[in-house]
């Protein structure tokens, strides 16, 4: 008898620690993460083929990362992360042909 309470609490006290381990994690306080350019979709949706990079950087500020090899490709990243949630991210890249003119534009 004795031994079959003591298997039981060691039994009980080994799940609580498991399982306190996985649910404290949830109760330490995690500030939301945003970093990058946040673009909304109306200021997307301005920008079309043809227009220039003054034109492009007026509407949607300087990108947060150009291409360094000189292809004249622009990128504007935003990534986001609330609490414990899983992150999200939006990636518009911008292509300007060697005239600096807009030729695609490609939103993820």
Not at 43 to 49: D, G, K, M, Y
Request: contains cysteine; hydrophobic residues 40%; glycine residues 6%.
């Amino acid at each position: 008898m004795y031994c079959k309470t003591l298997i039981s609490i060691t039994a009980i006290i080994v799940f609580v620690m498991l399982t306190a381990c996985s649910t404290l994690e949830r109760m330490v306080y995690r500030p939301d993460i945003n970093q990058g350019n946040w673009l909304s979709p109306g200021e997307v949706s301005r920008i079309h083929n043809g227009m220039t990079q003054q034109q492009v950087a007026y509407i949607l500020g300087t990108p947060m990362m150009d291409d360094p090899f000189g292809s004249k490709t622009w990128f504007y990243l935003f990534r986001q992360q609330s609490g414990h949630q899983q992150a999200t991210q939006q990636t518009v890249i911008l292509t300007f042909n060697k005239n600096d003119k807009l030729i695609n534009i490609k939103n993820e």
